[in-house]
């Protein structure tokens, strides 16, 4: 069955960095487009960076532009996402996400396109 599991959450001063990750397992990665999403304390599930099947392009929220990168091992079954010069606003549950059908920017910020997601990992932004 398919499996998508997170890692690489925790707590991070402001300014720092981490790195998530989100091991993939029981289909075909490589052939798949794969997001991020996150949801803060309180509010809604927001998009947050896509990557193409073959990682040829990536997308990314403009409240992390500039700061954040998504990237994938396709050998290795997993996608990351870089987190840099991190602020308090960034705390969140940060969740990956398996793209149901490959297409253009649209189709990546439209959450309902996901057809399976992880179980999250959290992120705390604090000093």
């Known amino acids: 069955q398919v499996q998508l599991v997170e890692s690489g959450g925790g707590l991070a001063q402001p300014g720092g960095s981490l790195r998530l990750s989100c091991a993939a397992s029981?289909?075909?990665?490589?052939?798949?487009?794969m997001s991020w999403a996150r949801q803060a304390p309180g509010k809604g599930l927001e998009w947050v960076s896509g990557?193409?099947?073959?990682?040829?392009?990536?997308y990314y929220a403009d409240s992390v532009k500039g700061r954040f990168t998504i990237s994938r091992d396709n050998a290795a079954n997993t996608v990351y996402l870089q987190m840099n010069s991190l602020k308090p606003e960034d705390t969140a549950l940060y969740y990956c996400?398996?793209?149901?059908?490959?297409?253009?920017?649209?189709?990546?910020?439209?959450?309902?396109?996901?057809?399976?997601w992880g179980q999250g990992t959290q992120v705390t932004v604090s000093s």
């Open positions: 990557i193409y099947s073959d990682g040829s392009d990536t």
């Open positions: 029981g289909f075909t990665f490589s052939i798949y487009a």
């Open positions: 996400a398996r793209l149901g059908a490959e297409g253009d920017y649209y189709s990546f910020i439209s959450l309902s396109n996901y057809d399976y």
